[in-house]
């Protein structure tokens, strides 16, 4: 293998590293926002909700800044496509994303009954909305995205908004929404107490069974739908020009990744056990930092499936299968992944020692007492 076929090979895996951090880092705080109606009865217990949340939201955020400066760093190509193809889908994201930090500053400055209520229900749209939007997005990618390449290279997409939300899509959407809300709510199982943990734990009894079914549903879908199959030997050290290779749409092809490599088996089934174990864990009541691992590693395993099924395709066409981005044709430079590469490995521990840092000093649960005896120095 050459050296630059070799980048791109870790830049793949790393965009999937950086999917599964977003997911899980920024995931729980979603999964927190859409239960705050159920976990929270009262004003004082939803202020706890939040507050479990509230100190660490915004360094989780970063996590969702620096997969999109990678994929533009790392992925031009894809950066272009997915961010013009999905612009309005990606503008309600934004401003579903922009409801939390107002929620959360502005929820507290008046004490009234209605004005709490609706900064509540913005909240929890700005959980619930992102979830769906991204799976959506998942679903979207693996049936093939509408857009094509001119001989200039310039790229047209040919899809609408309301096209995104086809069958399928919507289908990845709710896996998406139930995969976030367990791990919310392990996530509240860990850091509150009393009823307000024990509907944490209801909630995420139920997310976690809806999320497998949902993810055995999308999978056995995915067994009937066209997949993108390259013709001939791929050339995985040449230049980044997506028309230069030939693709063929195969009937049910997404599986053929775990037929050449059995071994590859082991993502999806680490979702839907992760997701059970977590189910299990919730239910017993003890041990929910086991939960909230075992959420963690649903997530990982349930993006890590959405992976290989498409290697080496990064972004199929629906419109035109030869515009179809893959690993060996949409990367930037050799010089440029190396760069990163570099970067990477010296400053990424960095960033994963200082996480770990920040969450060992906010250990610990958020009572109703710590809420009520700092009123102004939380949320």
Known sequence: ?????????????????????????????????????????????????????????????????????????????????????????????????????????????????????????????????????????????????????????????EGSFFGLFNPFALLAGVVSVAMLLLHGAAWLACKTEGSIAARARQAGTVAGLVLVVTFLAAGAWVTQLPAHRLLGAAVTDGPSNPLMKQVTIVPGGLLANYAAAPVTLVAPALAVVAALLSVVVLRAGRHPIVAFLCSGLAIAGVIATA????????????????????????????????????????????????TAWVYRVLRGKVTTESVLRDPHGVY
């Open 1 to 157: 293998m050459s050296e630059y076929e070799v980048l791109r090979l870790i830049w793949w895996a790393v965009l999937g590293v950086l999917l599964i951090g977003i997911a899980v880092m920024d995931g729980f705080d979603l999964g927190t926002a859409m239960l705050l109606p159920w976990a929270g009865r009262t004003d004082v217990e939803r202020r706890v909700v939040i507050n479990t949340v509230g100190p660490v939201w915004e360094g989780n955020q970063v996590w969702l800044i620096l997969g999109g400066g990678a994929i533009f760093a790392a992925w031009p190509p894809l950066y272009a496509v997915a961010f013009s193809g999905f612009y309005l889908a990606m503008l309600l994201l934004l401003l579903a994303l922009i409801l939390r930090p107002v929620g959360f500053k502005f929820r507290s400055k008046l004490s009234d009954r209605r004005w709490r209520a609706v900064w509540d229900a913005a909240l929890c749209a700005g959980g619930l909305i992102p979830a769906l939007v991204f799976g959506v997005a998942f679903g979207n990618v693996v049936q093939g995205v509408p857009f094509r390449f001119d001989d200039t290279l310039r790229v047209t997409y």
């Open 307 to 354: 992976g290989v099924s498409l290697f080496p395709f990064l972004l199929p066409s629906s419109a035109d299968p030869v515009s179809s981005l893959t690993v060996w044709d949409a990367s930037s430079s050799r010089v440029t992944l190396l760069v990163m590469t570099v970067v990477t490995v010296l400053l990424l521990p960095v960033v994963l020692a200082y």
